[in-house]
Nanobody, 126 residues
Framework: QVQLVESGGGLVQAGAALRLSCAASGNTFSTYAMGWFRQAPGKLREFVAA????????SYADSVKGRFTISRDTVKNSVSLQMNSLKPEDTAVYYC???????????????????WGQGTQVTVSS
């Protein structure tokens, strides 16, 4: 089993930055990829960013490219999401997810992930 705990959410104004972190604990030796998804009120969950644990592949949603950066710390078993130039439409609950070997079909697909965090709220005011 793997446990994921997100942190770093909050309320900011448009144009500001936030950094989300997700710490993984438990049986993390079989991590294949980690990612971030978000869900706004009344909307479906959507992909934000993900990366293979090897570090050779990253993927971003078009809506966040150039503004968000995903990174990992293999020593701390954590993944972070640096969010710059935030917009009101970025407001959502952000979820961390972990995929174990042999890995899911696609980094951007929520169905590829085996474990999920409880979520952290990000609110961007205009």
């Amino acid at each position: 089993q793997v446990q994921l705990v997100e942190s770093g959410g909050g309320l900011v104004q448009a144009g500001a930055a936030l950094r989300l972190s997700c710490a993984a604990s438990g049986n993390t030796f079989s991590t294949y990829a980690m990612g971030w998804f978000r869900q706004a009120p009344g909307k479906l969950r959507e992909f934000v960013a993900a990366m293979r644990w090897s570090g050779d592949t990253t993927s971003y949603a078009d809506s966040v490219k150039g503004r968000f950066t995903i990174s990992r710390d293999t020593v701390k078993n954590s993944v972070s999401l640096q969010m710059n130039s935030l917009k009101p439409e970025d407001t959502a609950v952000y979820y961390c997810a972990l995929d174990v070997w042999p890995g899911g079909f696609r980094l951007s697909s929520g169905g590829s992930y085996d474990y999920w965090g409880q979520g952290t709220q990000v609110t961007v005011s205009s």
